[in-house]
């Protein structure tokens, strides 16, 4: 099992910034991919972005040159900052943290996150 806590979320301004964080603990595998995905009243969870172990990253395309994702192998953990928000950003934003080489897939509780227009 993994558990992941995440923090950051609350209300900002369209244009402001947040920075999200979550941590793992428990039976943490090595080889895996960690990161963020949102959903908005009414629609489908998506990928916001995510990173894997090796660093490599990716993007939703409503989110790229805005949001950053990076990550802390050694702490287990990963942070998106979120710059020049818009309102259409608002959503419950949801860690998660996958290894297909175990095949296992965990999520986060959510963090709301309201951009005020």
Same mark, same amino acid.
């Given at each position: 099992?993994?558990? &992941?806590?995440? #923090?950051?979320?609350? &209300? !900002?301004?369209?244009?402001? $910034?947040l920075r999200l964080s979550c ?7 090595? /080889? *895996? =991919?960690?990161?963020?995905? %949102?959903?908005?009243?009414? @629609?489908? %969870?998506? /990928?916001?972005?995510?990173?894997? $172990? +090796?660093?490599? =990253?990716?993007?939703?395309d409503s989110v790229k040159g %805005? ?7 050694? @702490?287990? =953990?990963?942070? &998106?900052?979120?710059?020049?928000? @818009?309102?259409?950003? =608002? ?7 996958? #290894?297909? $080489?175990?095949? %296992? *897939?965990?999520w986060g509780k959510g963090t &709301? !996150?309201?951009?005020? +227009?």
């Amino acid at each position: 099992q993994v558990q &992941l806590v995440e #923090s950051g979320g609350g &209300l !900002v301004q369209a244009g402001g $910034s947040l920075r999200l964080s979550c941590a793992a603990s428990g039976n943490i595998f090595t /080889l *895996n =991919t960690m990161g963020w995905y %949102r959903q908005a009243p009414g @629609k489908q %969870r998506e /990928l916001v972005a995510d990173i894997t $172990s +090796g660093g490599s =990253t990716g993007y939703g395309d409503s989110v790229k040159g %805005r949001f950053t994702i990076s990550r802390d192998n050694d @702490k287990n =953990t990963v942070w &998106l900052q979120m710059n020049s928000l @818009k309102p259409e950003d =608002t959503a419950v934003y949801y860690c998660n943290w996958a #290894s297909r $080489s175990i095949n %296992r *897939n965990y999520w986060g509780k959510g963090t &709301l !996150v309201t951009v005020s +227009g």
